[in-house]
């Protein structure tokens, strides 16, 4: 009798115990601190995201995950680290997304992306990357797809939004600050140290000679007002240049033009250049490849090489962003 009353008061207690704990975990926080706490966007997943891709002439609709492993297939060697793919995954795919939220380009009104890469990203299909691939096609089709699939909707925001991803392929030391290249100066385009060098890269270091005549005629077409009139060793003035060696500004037979512009006219690997009479040609000593803008992926690779992470690799190439998942604003698929 007794025992059975002890019983029935301990399962009494305990019932209470267990309710208030529940009451306690409930009421853990004030109402004002519950405000404050903000919930994180879970993202969506990438194969939930259509997006239009104009190739060639056709406008093609994909999902997104599709999309970002043809960019990867024709934008990084496959033979590249997997966290240094990671990272390109995610380039790719705030790249897209940047450019679904700012709305189509005038090039491409009914697409939200297209393969030209003096306009948007180069795409390669599975099929025209196996060809390429050889004997490595299945492994590098797998590395690819699993790229894309372990940093799924993760995306690069600034201030909560998708940022102007821009890469290329090696640094001159450094990587240049947008508005050194471009019009606009972007916070999160500045410039930081890149290690790769000419063990990492090939033809690292790279010369293009041309002579006298065609020097002169080629700049003359863009720059009539230049004036070669004396020997070739006046031709050049001293260039200013930013920290990673990149021509700002050089003048050129008397006129100041931009070291981007020289490196267009001349098809330059970069613009981080010498350039001099030599031998009766003219003759431009060139580092690195590419614009020199956001992420190098060859620094990209040497860094996963070191063991860094595809997350380590973003957040030091593009300066103050977050990478995190991500609901685009505008659909594609809501068009
Ligand atoms: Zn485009």
């Known amino acids: 009798m007794k025992k059975s009353l002890i019983a029935a008061w301990m399962l009494i207690a305990v019932v209470f115990a ?68 990671k990272a390109q995954a995610v380039a790719a795919r705030t790249e897209t997304l940047y450019k679904v939220e700012n709305g189509p380009v005038a090039n491409h009104p009914d697409a939200d992306i297209c393969n030209n890469i003096n306009c948007c990203q180069a795409y390669k299909t599975e099929e025209d990357a196996q060809a390429a691939w050889g004997e490595n096609a299945d492994y590098y089709s797998a590395k690819i797809a699993t790229a894309v699939r372990e940093t799924d909707g993760m995306t690069i925001l600034y201030q909560d939004k998708p940022i102007l991803a821009a890469f290329f392929s090696a640094a001159s030391g450094q990587t240049n600050n ?54 070739a060793n006046t031709w050049f003035g001293a260039p200013t240049r930013n920290d990673s060696d990149m021509v700002l500004s050089i003048s050129i037979g008397g ?31 060139v580092t690195g490849y590419g614009h020199g ?19 380590e690799i973003l957040e030091w190439y593009y300066t103050g962003v977050t990478v995190a998942p991500y609901t685009p604003k505008t659909l594609a698929s809501d068009n």
Do not use: C
């Open 18 to 85: 267990l309710g208030l704990m529940g009451l306690a975990g409930r009421s853990i926080l004030p109402n004002t601190q519950k405000e404050k706490i903000t919930v994180p966007d879970p993202g969506v997943s990438d194969s939930s995201v259509s997006i239009r891709v104009k190739i060639g002439d056709t406008v093609q609709k994909m999902n997104l995950d599709s999309y970002v492993q043809g960019v990867l297939r024709a934008e990084m060697p496959a033979s590249f680290e997997l966290e240094a793919l």
């Open 178 to 231: 947008s508005g050194d290249v471009w019009i606009n100066d972007l916070p999160y385009l500045q410039s930081v140290q890149s290690p790769e060098g000419e063990n990492e890269v090939p033809n690292y270091y790279s010369i293009a000679t041309f002579s006298q005549e065609e020097f002169k005629s080629t700049f003359l077409s863009q720059f009539p007002e230049a004036d070669f009139s004396g020997s």
């Open 255 to 285: 006129v100041t033009v931009k070291g981007t512009q020289v490196r267009s006219l001349f098809a330059l690997r970069s613009a981080a250049f010498t350039v001099a009479a030599e031998d009766g040609n003219i003759v431009f000593h």
């Open 293 to 311: 803008v956001g992420m190098s992926q060859y620094g990209a690779n040497t860094m996963a090489q070191q063991g860094k992470t595809y997350l």
